[in-house]
Structures are given as C-alpha cells and as structure tokens.
C-alpha cells in the first residue's frame, strides 16, 4: 500500500529509448506491505514547459517492475519502467504517476524528480536499468530485460519473428500534408496476440488503432481476401481486419519511419514503411474506395478521414495550375455575359449547345467560354469548337486545363477570364432550345441575385426547380440537397420562385459577386454541394436565389451521378456533405426547420 | 423581301450521292429534276452531289467538277452519322463560296445525309432570301435503324419514334442522346421552307414526328426519261411506249422480282411463296429474281444462296442487272413483285413497272398499298406472308382476264406531271410572301420532345 500521500518517491534515472521508442524511468515510490505494483499500468509523465510553452503530460500502457531496495529500509519500492510512447518532449521530466487498477484504494504512488537528475539517452539508459534487474524475478522482470536488450529497427522487415501470432501489411500508405499519412492495410492476429501496433519515426511513436484494441482511430474494413488466406493458420475470424486511418502527426523530419509491431508476450517486430506513389485523384480515390459507411458510422469515419482527404485535395490543387487559352473567333470586347462551361468526358455535347446558340445574336452581346477539364479531350475539343465555329459562327475561348481539376476549379478558372458584366455557370448537358433563355434569365438580376432556369429531363419532366435540404438518416443525418418536384412534370407557375439555393448547372449572377465570393469553393472535390455551398455564402451577404419557370432549359443529367451506389464516388459525395455539413449544418437546421416544406419560400411573378 | 421577279429563276439541286458515283432512286431523281430545269429556258440549274469516297476527292477543295456535265461533287470529310452533321470544315468555305457565286434562288436538298443538316444554315446564312426545299428519302431523321422504322433486332414494323423506344433498339444509346440527336436535327430542319415528301405516307409519318403540316408537300420525284429506242432497245423489241407486249401464250403466269436483294426487300417471303407454289405443283408460275445481294451482311448473303440452289424448277435467280436493261426485262414478266416487309417510300421500282405496263403486287404497307392501287393497277397482299402471295398468284394465273384488267388498269393511270409541279412550287416561293420559318426561333418549335 502506498502510504502517507506527502511522501513521495524519487526519480533516479530517466531518458528516452530510441531502439525501444519508450520512456524508461528508473526510480522508487513509498510502499509498505502488500503485492508492489507490477506489471501492466497506465502510467503518466509529466513534463516541464518546452521553450517557455506548455509542459505536458504523456500516458500510456508502461511495463512495470517492483525491485526490492535495500536503501528505502522497507518505505518503498523500486521502480523500473517502460512507457512506449512518443519521445518528442525537450523539457525536464517533472513526475510520474502509477494509476493502479480500479479498485485499488489510496493514492497514486507517485515518482518525483529531483531537480538535477539527468535525462539520459539510450544506451546508457538502458544499461544502468539493465544493472538494477538482476536479482529480480518473475515475468515483469524477464519481460523487461527483453525489451532493454531489445535491438532497434535496422532498416529490416522482421515481421516473420512473430509469424505464429499475426500476419500484417500495409497496402498503402499515402502522404497527407507535411507530417500526416493514410494508411490502408490489414492485420490478421491470434486471439491477444498483438498488443500494439505503432509507427514510429524519430522521437515520434504513435499507436494505431488497429487490430484487437477498438477501432477507435481508424475504419475497419472487410477483408475476405485476407482472411481467407491467413485466418485459418492464425485462428482469426474477423473478417474486419483490414482498416483505414488516418496519422496526421505520424513522422519528423529527416527521420526513417517504420512499423512496430509488439506482440502481447512484448516481443517486437518492424516493418519498413513504404510510401506510395498514389497523389491527388488517385489517392483521394483509393483512400475511399473500400468504405461503406452507413448511418451514424458516416460521422465518425468522415472525422476520422475526412482531413486526410481535404489534405489530399489541397496537395492537388496547390500546385500552379497550368492552362491554355484558344480562341475561336473574336468575342465582343465587353460582353453582357461570360457563359462558362466546364467539359469533362463527352466532348460532342459542345456541339449541341452552340447549334443552339447561333442565331439569335447570342455571338454579338455574350461570350461562350469552355473549359476543357479533362486532357483526355482535349484535343478532340480543339477540333470540335473550330468546326462548331465555322459552322455556326459562335466564337468560343477555350480554356484547356493541364489536368482534371473537378467542377468548382473549372468554373473558377473560367470566372478567371471572364469578361462579362454578368457570369453563367452551365453544365455541359444542359441545352436551351429557345434562342434566348439567356438574356430572359439576365433580365430577372434585379429582382434576384442568382437566377436559375427550370431545368427538364428529355421527357419533360421536371430535373431542377430550386434547391432544398433534407436530412438524410441513412448519410449520418446530413443536410442534403433536395430538388422538390424532380421527375414530375411542371406544375406551370411561371415567374421567380425563391428558394435557399439552385443547381450550378445553370445558374446566372453578376460577375462581380461571383468574384466576391472567390467562386465556388474548391475544396469540395470533383463535383458535389459546391453550389449549395457558394449560395449559401451568397444568402450570408443578403443575396437571393431564385428560378424563373418561365425559362426552360433541358438537363440530361447522367444517371451514373445519381445512383447510390456505393464505391468511391459516393464516399466523395459524403466527404463533400461532411465539408458542406460542418460549414452549414447549424445553419440549415435553423433555416430548414423554419421551412418545413424546402423550397419555394414565396413566390412572386 | 424575296428576290426581284425579273431574270431566270436559280436553282441549285443538291443530292446525297451523284448518279455518277451510286446510280440509285434518289440519285436518279434529283440528277433527272436538275437534267428537266436545265432544259427549261428561263431556268438557270447547278447540280450538287456528294461522294463519301476518295475517289475524286483533291486536297484542298472539297467541292470540284470532276465531270463533264459541270455538276459540283462534293467529297466527304468528318460526318456524324448520328445526328448528321458536318463537322467537315472545308464544306462549310467551300458550300457557303458555291452558294455565293451561285446565289440561287431556291436550294433543293434531296435528303440530309452527307451534306449534313447545317448546310441548311448555311443557305440561310449566305442567302437569306433564297428558299430551302428539302425532298424526305427515308425516314432517317424519325428513325436511327437506316430510317426505316423497322425494330432491332427483330425486324417488327414500327410506327413511332421515341427517346425511350428508339433506346430500345439502341441500348448502347441513351434515351438522352435521342432526345439531342432529335434537338439538333429539329433546330436545322426548321429552317426549311418546304418539305416534298414523294409520298402521302412519308408526308404523314414526318407530320407524326413533328414537320409543321403546312410546310409539307406530296411530291413524287421526277422520273428518269424513259430511254429512247435505239439499236439495242429495238433488237430487244422494245418500243418507246406504255404500251405492253403481248402476253405470250402458254407460258403461265411469269412473276419478276427487280431490284435490291436483302431482307427488308422481303426475298425471303418471295422465296418461301415459290416454295409453296411449286410443292402445290404449279408449273404454270414461274419466278424471276433479279437484282444484287452481294452488299448485304455475310449471313444473309449465304442464306439466299443455300436457298436459291435448293429451289424448285420455278424459280430462276437471273443476278444483277444495269438500269438501262430493266425495261426489256421488265417485259418479259407479267407482272412485278414488291413484297418488302419496311414500309418502303415510293420504291422507283413501281413507276418502272407501270412505265413498261406491269401491274404489281406489293406489300399492304406504307408507301407501296399507296402507289399501287390495289384491284386497280395491282394488288395487296399482307405483309410478310407467304401465303397470301401464293394464293393470289395461282388467283391471278387462273383468271387471264383479271390480269389483263390490272393492265388496263396500269395503261390508264393517272401521271400527273411532277416536273411541272416542282416548277410550280419554286415558282410560288419565289413569288410568295416569306412562308419560311423565322431564324431566330432556332427551331425549338421542331425539336421539342414527341
């Protein structure tokens, strides 16, 4: 039992074990009769302030043996002890602090550094707790004189050592923003046969949330591949032993990362970590492609790996993004409306849409902008807006985008170049058959600030009408855009009706209010909620959205993008609903309870 | 304002092919309406034809005059057989140079294809006086199957196009993408002033699909001039008349077949009615089937051949034959088989038959059961069914009389003069107030949806 609580033991020695990434302390704490705590403990240190900043504290699971010291006449016991954790703290150890088990009574034996006991470093370190072990006995003893005898990661995957008790790969493991990385991997363990699974580089040891302990910091994923080939030797049947995590301070500079892999008897082994070579798209892609996650998993695996992905998309969009401009004919120097598409797959729809633009003196008052967001048609696109020009005499700038960027960079570098007093962001697939649907939408931005046509499916039904928002249980209970009306045909109100937002595949504001609000925002990945996003910005500054029924144009929308299938393209979307729900949920619940029935909030004609 | 009154009226004849390059229908039709303006005297006519070949195509201009008779060729570039348009960039100089020059003041399309639907732009642009005649081929506009409104795979006659059933047809299509290839070719078809259809059934089937009422026009196309007796005519005992040989006696019935070998031809009702005719024992009919199958797909092609050798003694394939000959074989049967299973148009075959006194049995579909009056100038039988053919085969064999009522029936048509029609149509667009659509409405009128 430790005794009187102001009696306090000592520190004797301490450091940090860069071959064991641990703490090791050696010192004694007051304890007079009763079994020594050993074994097993969680353990805190507390560190002095680094540099003038916060001390800390770091805990975790430690290794603990009890010696007897013949000094402490029968008052204490010694200590040793080993606490793998991160050794990234420059301050001077203050205290340690042994939590015994729950129903231990009493205080905490607590450990005390006296004021010029030295940090030492590795070797040494482990010697002179070495020096205290012999004499001891017992597992805690045996456990501990291994891990002090314990060689470091030399540069060698040892993973076979503990071939009898786990089975582990990591996939991929893919760089996220300076220190952070995504692994994807698998283990495949032995009933308690792993005890942990750490990366470690440096000073830095961080223990992942994989295998028998909790998913608590990472997504489980089913494996069935896996454990068809390594369950059976292993005696597993957790088919959910693949995962996906997140490390967003996994490394230090100048370091060699690894993997420590310490079975439950507290043998290690390493494996070397192998950076891949997924980046932008590819990686967001892969990083996405093995999840399903349903109702309130949503949430939690969007908290967990949606930062990764936004560091991903950052990284791919950082870069100076290059492109080039071509020019088919002379647009009118001060145009009334930039119209600015972004083409991505099909290019033949550029036909289309200008067959439908000539004419009516479209060429004279607007400039037709398209922007090539996808290198594979590039040139395809080149040969078709010169023989669409020809054709039709609609002179088209062509912006052509070194690589994919997605929906909101396209019409963000078209907004770049736009001249025109007034901007129209139109999808590739929507088509006006009236010659002048544009100027009738342009007429309506007195009475609101983005203006919408109504948009129809090829069988006349209604695809758009205004934008709502529902809450989505099944898609952790987000705010989803709705589209009230969809697949009905119109109800034949004309005139403006407002609504909290409208799609951006037709949508038409002043140039300088798209300016305003940086257009739409990139951080939405590929295409998805950027346009609800961008409204709502817009509504922030006292701007109205609005549909004129008047004006019918038609949208073929691609079934692919509706389908709920699940995959990576539908985790993008819930990666792009995390992003719009953290920037608007609280928002939308006020708005939308306000509205029980979104959409059509008044109406004027 | 149209064109001043005074001065010879301009036409410019455009077509598809040129008989030059394919001798077919509608080529022959255009070819003989630009032949008959040419030799009016206040007519000034140039003659457009299209060649997808690189036969005589030149680099740089796409538009030359490789023949004689001056007539403009036009070699293909980039085409979209899908919506029919012209991505060709040198058409869109080349065209819009030619119509400048020519300045015609009617443009007359036989048909879409080649040319592209744009050109039809292109004349309003250039000329916005001039007006657009277009003449309705096959119903390719209406449908993606070779406009013949027959359903894929299974060949079922159709009545009515659409996004979601011609999708059916097409499932590599989406119902989307008809809805567009509809839009465009809607937009450009608006921009015509007048549509000739050279039949009653092509006219209502466009109507049906979205042509305004009031710009269409039954038509039928000039024909050929009938060739003139000379040396080889008159050795064949051909005389430059309607008027039919003697049936001569104690040969039977003698049944002809002319034209395109291929399944929609309906070969294969006529062969299986051959088949009954001659397990029945009838030797007093017999059959000709002239005409080429060597441009139909492979497996057609070896069936007809397995089928033709396994026929009985009553059938004679008699292979292809060149135009300038149909009429001297023509002659030598009694009567003329069409037993398509598509609706066919005004199959020039029927105006070559009648030409040369032959009643005809056809099909009692689409643009044949027009022109062919049935118990008039030739008779009806259902589509598709052997049978019926056989029976009123061995009905018209049995009863001379019948027969020679049918000729009677074919001498004493009505022709009314199509050439004097066509010039009456130009002439009244010409003079008329501008019937023609409004530029600015871009056709969306056309190209809502069915």
Known sequence: ?605 | MRSEMRGPLRCLVISHSHPRVLHGGSEVASYSLFERLRAEPDVEAAYLGCSRGAMHARSGPSITQPFPDGSFLYSLGEFDWFRFANRDMRFVRDFRALLAELRPDVVHFHHYINVGVEAFHHVREVLPDASIVLTLHEMLAICNQQGQMVTRPDGKLCTRSGNVECARCFPEVSPADFFLRRAYLGRFLALVDRFVAPSAFLARRFVEWGLPEERVEVLENVPAAFPAPGKAATLLGIAGSDVPAARPGGNGLRVGFFGQISELKGMDVLLDAAKLLDREGRTDISFRIHGDHTTQPQPFQERFRRRIAKAGSNLVFEGAYRNEHVDALMRDVDVVVVPSVWWENSPVVIQESFRNGRPVLCSNIGGMAEKVVDGVTGRHFGVNNPRALATLLTDLADDPAGLDALRRGVAARERPDSFAAHLALYRGLRAGPGTGPDVTTGGAALAGTA
């Open chain 1, 1 to 605: 039992m430790p005794t009187n609580p102001d009696i306090q033991g000592c520190i004797d020695v301490w450091g940090y074990a860069a071959a064991t990434g641990s703490w090791l302390l050696g010192g004694w704490v007051p304890w007079t009769d009763g079994v020594p705590p050993q074994g097993f403990l969680t353990v805190s240190l507390r560190f002095a302030p680094e540099d003038g900043g916060d001390g800390g504290e770091v805990s975790g699971d430690a290794l603990v043996v009890a010696t007897s010291r013949a000094d402490l006449f029968g008052r204490g016991v010694g200590i040793l002890l080993h606490l793998p954790a991160s050794g990234l703290r420059s301050g001077a150890l203050l205290s340690a602090t042994l939590h015994l088990p729950g129903d231990a009574a009493g205080p905490a034996p607590r450990m005390q550094s006296i004021p010029d006991t030295q940090r030492l470093s590795d070797r040494v370190l482990s010697d002179t707790l070495a020096r205290s072990l012999p004499g001891q006995v017992g597992e805690w003893a045996d456990r501990l004189s291994e891990v002090l005898a314990r060689r470091g990661f030399e540069q060698q995957d040892t993973l076979d050592r503990l071939g009898d008790r786990c089975a582990f790969r990591i996939d991929e493991a893919i760089r996220c923003g300076e220190n952070g990385v995504l692994l994807d991997g698998w283990l495949v363990a032995a009933p308690s046969g792993v005890r942990a699974v750490r990366l470690r580089c440096g000073l830095r040891s961080t223990r992942l949330s994989i295998g028998n302990a909790a998913a608590v910091g990472g997504m489980r994923v089913a494996r069935p591949d896996v454990l068809d080939k390594y369950g059976r030797a292993l005696g597993s049947h957790d088919v959910r032993c693949g995962f996906v995590l997140f490390e967003p301070h996994g490394f230090e500079p100048g370091c060699v990362p690894f993997f420590e892999i310490e079975a439950t008897g507290g043998e290690v082994a390493y494996a070397r970590l192998h950076w891949s070579r997924l980046r932008g798209l590819p990686a967001i892609r892969h990083a996405l492609g093995h999840l399903s996650p349903r109702y309130n998993d949503v949430p939690r695996c969007f908290d967990l790996l949606g930062p990764a992905i936004e560091q991903l998309n950052l990284a791919r969009l950082e870069p100076e993004r290059g492109y080039r401009e071509m020019m088919f004919g002379a647009a009118p120097a001060q145009p009334r409306c930039s119209v600015i598409v972004p083409l991505y797959g099909r290019v033949d729809y550029l036909e289309v849409q200008v067959a439908f633009l000539a004419g009516g003196g479209f060429a004279h008052r607007h400039e037709l902008i398209y922007v090539v967001d996808d290198p594979e048609i590039a040139d395809a696109a080149v040969h078709l807006a010169d023989t669409v020009f020809r054709r039709f005499g609609v002179p088209i700038r062509l912006l052509l985008l070194d690589e994919n960027h997605g929906f909101a960079p396209a019409c963000n570098a078209g907004l770049g170049i736009a001249a025109g007093e007034a901007v129209c962001f139109l999808n590739s697939d929507v088509f006006g058959l009236e010659p002048d649907w544009l100027d009738r939408l342009l007429s309506r931005l007195d009475e609101a600030e983005l203006v919408g046509p109504l948009l129809l499916f090829e069988d006349d039904t209604v695809q758009h009408g205004g934008m709502g928002f529902e809450t989505v249980p099944e898609l952790g209970g987000w705010w989803f855009p709705t589209h009230p009306g969809k697949g009905s045909r119109p109800d034949g109100a004309a005139g403006l009706s407002f609504h909290p937002a409208i799609t951006g595949a037709c949508m038409v504001m002043r140039r300088a209010l798209a300016l305003e609000l940086d257009g739409f925002d990139e951080n939405f990945v590929i295409g998805d909620f950027e346009d609800s996003d961008l409204c709502l910005r817009a509504a922030e500054r006292g701007a109205r959205c609005a549909v004129d029924a008047g004006v019918a144009l038609y949208h073929l929308e691609r079934k692919s993008q509706a389908s709920h299938e699940h995959g990576w393209r539908m985790n993008l979307t819930l990666f792009n609903a995390w992003l719009h729900q953290r920037r608007w949920g609280a928002r939308l619940d006020v708005l939308c309870d306000a509205d029980p029935v979104p959409g059509a909030l008044e109406a004027v004609s």
